[in-house]
């Protein structure tokens, strides 16, 4: 989220001054609807940021031979089809799958990292990182086409979160 480049926008006062005429003519449910849509855009123009400076230093850690999160290496990460990849400050991790990226939050990978690193036999920390998933994170399975918690591309993605994300004991 630019402020330059909004500043610098030619329609960026034009729509801003349309809108705030439309304001009076609207009533609470269709006030509190454009506030959420904005939100929504706000969230998803920081997110488009964060992916572009993800690529970017995904980009530049293949040139310079750097591994994955936590020490896997790219070759393994590739076979699943998954990469993970963390910022600096650990506070997010971004879950690259084919040509998109999915961003997850530190607390989301740790809690993804637990499901995977839990006790149980495949087929039940299957189930229950499908569970986490679909309760809540759905938008993996349209960026990965999981059907259920048979599907192979599930037990590839808990392998790379196994490999790629690792606990601290505290």
């Known amino acids: ?50 992916n572009e400076a993800a690529i970017a230093e995904a980009s530049k850690a293949e040139k310079t031979g750097k591994r994955g ?3 896997g290496t790219a070759k393994t990460v ?15 991790f ?4 084919r040509n998109d990226d999915i961003m997850f939050s530190g607390n989301e990978m740790i809690r993804l990292a637990k499901i995977v690193n839990g006790p149980g036999t495949d087929l039940e920390i299957r189930e229950r990182l499908y569970n986490w998933l679909d309760r809540e994170r759905k938008d993996i399975f349209a960026l990965a086409n999981m059907k259920d918690k048979f599907d192979d ?8 979160i196994k490999k790629n994300v690792k606990l601290r004991n505290t």
């Open 1 to 50: 989220m630019k402020k330059k480049s909004v500043e610098k926008d030619p329609q960026y006062e034009s729509l801003a001054k349309e809108l705030r005429g439309l304001i009076p003519q609207l009533d609470s449910e269709g006030l509190s609807f454009l506030v959420e849509q904005a939100k929504v855009h706000i969230y998803n123009m920081h997110v488009d940021e964060l």
């Open 69 to 71: 999160v936590s020490g």
């Open 78 to 92: 590739k076979e699943a089809g998954f990469t993970i990849k963390g910022t600096d400050s650990g506070s997010s």
């Open 153 to 160: 591309r599930l037990k590839n993605l808990a392998a790379v």
């Open 94 to 97: 971004y879950l690259h799958y």
